[in-house]
């Protein structure tokens, strides 16, 4: 969007120094961000973080501008999205040809429709894994929140991406080899403007997850090609799709298409699903009125896809999950040319941050921002507020395709858990984000499972 630089609207921009956002900045990101738009109550600021002076917007007319009504002008380009291009390539998450020709293949594979029909192969996987659940209740012993819900998640996710073409072996590779690669390039993005040919610290943790991420994907897509059989995964309807592409190009696109995918349904639900057990502990009301819905709705189980659409307070419960820790808390944008946000100009080559995680706290949209609260959600409930006040999965043509899995996985997982088991957090909070691509936990969430009255008394 083009200006008039004389314009009477355009006014000077509040810059916020260096000595008050650094320190905060490099020790927790996440809350810093969420403070400072709190604090200037959505008014567009810049941060100066010595040579790098990134704008932060939070106000929701200002992130729909960005997201939606003038997104050609903000791209995802620029210092933050290098590390990111480096596990996920130019694919569902780039820009330009890259980016269409990922959402043309990719759009048809998570509407809500074949979303649905992949639900019942979700549910049967996530059932499997409650037998070692029932295990480590059966001997007391205490789990890893962020543990058992990545490998929950990855089983079901890997089999709606992969069906029976990987191995359990090679899908358990997968979920800690994006977790870490999600989690070594913290310095990369606090220190963005850093160059690439001095290495820092995480760099080769980073590089050894790509290569076994590599490792198993490129194989299966190989293998995906040769086989001519008709499969319901989400790897066979890309290689069809792709089938003129082979090999070189065409394999490093599905390659790319498939890790972005993966992440956003893996890494994002097993995330955000972890900080749900620390909420629960501490809202014994909401999780009486959650295992009441599940008991009646799922009974003894085991969870079936008919199950979701009766989940409507489970539905509640993750809609304040992901207001309060949605899993992609910044989505860093690159001016490509001179624009203006909320009267400021904005030059051609400037970092726009936006934060869901700081704009679902502001108090000007949200009463009580940082109260968990499912009843907001409640049908006919919800005071009319801006669209953009809300937004966990991003907003305009970008907007994450993988909500939709969400709202299926998510529900089953916690029909599937909370049918047969009561879970209790061992580990003391509070807890706080950890500065990390996806919106994790810094500390270790430590679970006791117990199985519930009724699974107790058919076991006797």
């Known amino acids: ?144 929140a962020a543990d058992e819900m990545a490998g929950i998640v990855n089983d079901a996710v890997v089999k709606v991406l992969f069906g029976d073409r990987i191995s359990r072996a090679d899908g358990e590779r997968l979920a800690p080899a994006y977790h870490t690669a999600a989690g070594s390039i913290t310095f990369r993005l606090l220190m963005p403007f850093m160059p690439y040919s001095i290495p820092v610290p995480g760099d080769r943790a980073f590089m050894k997850a790509v290569r076994t991420i590599d490792d198993v994907v490129f194989p299966l897509i190989r293998k995906a090609r040769a086989d001519s059989t008709v499969s319901p995964d989400v790897i066979s309807a890309l290689c069809a799709l792709r089938d003129d592409d082979a090999g070189g190009a065409g394999d490093r696109q599905i390659r790319d298409d498939l890790v972005s995918v993966y992440g956003a349904a893996s890494e994002s639900t097993a995330t955000t699903l972890t900080w749900l057990w620390p909420l629960l502990d501490a809202h014994p009301k909401v999780a009486a009125k959650l295992h009441e819905e599940i008991d009646r709705v799922v009974g003894a189980g085991p969870v079936a896809a008919e199950d979701v659409a009766e989940l409507r307070y489970t539905r509640m419960v993750l809609q304040e999950l992901v207001r309060l820790y949605p899993a992609g808390w910044i989505f860093p944008r690159m001016a490509v040319r001179d624009g203006e946000i909320g009267g400021v100009r904005i030059k051609a080559g400037s970092q726009v941050l936006i934060s869901p995680y700081a704009t679902h706290r502001l108090e000007e949209f949200w009463e009580r921002p940082l109260e968990f609260d499912p009843e907001r959600f409640a049908p006919g409930a919800q005071p009319r507020r801006h669209k953009y006040a809300y937004f966990p999965f991003g907003g305009g043509p970008h907007q994450c395709m993988g909500q939709h899995l969400f709202y299926v996985e998510a529900p089953l997982l916690l029909g599937a858990i909370l049918s047969r088991f009561r879970i209790g957090v061992r580990s003391e909070g509070p807890f706080t984000p950890a500065p990390a691509a996806s919106l994790r936990p810094r500390q270790d969430i430590v679970l006791d499972i117990a199985r519930s009255e009724r699974v107790s008394e058919g076991a006797r």
């Open 1 to 144: 969007m083009s200006i008039d630089a004389s314009a009477p609207t355009l006014r000077r921009v509040r810059t916020i120094p260096v000595h008050r956002v650094l320190p905060g900045f490099a020790r927790d990101p996440v809350n810093t961000l969420a403070d400072i738009g709190g604090r200037v109550g959505g008014e567009l600021v810049r941060l100066s973080l010595g040579p790098f002076r990134p704008y932060l917007v939070t106000h929701p007319e200002h992130v729909q501008q960005v997201l939606k009504a003038d997104w050609t002008n903000y791209q995802r380009e620029g210092m933050f999205w290098r590390p990111l291009r480096r596990v996920l390539g130019a694919s569902i998450l780039g820009e330009g040809h890259p980016w269409e020709s990922s959402r043309k293949a990719l759009q048809p594979l998570f509407t809500t429709r074949y979303v649905a029909s992949m639900a019942e192969r979700m549910a049967e996987t996530i059932t499997a894994r409650m037998d070692e659940l029932d295990v480590y209740a059966g001997k007391g012993q205490p789990v890893n």
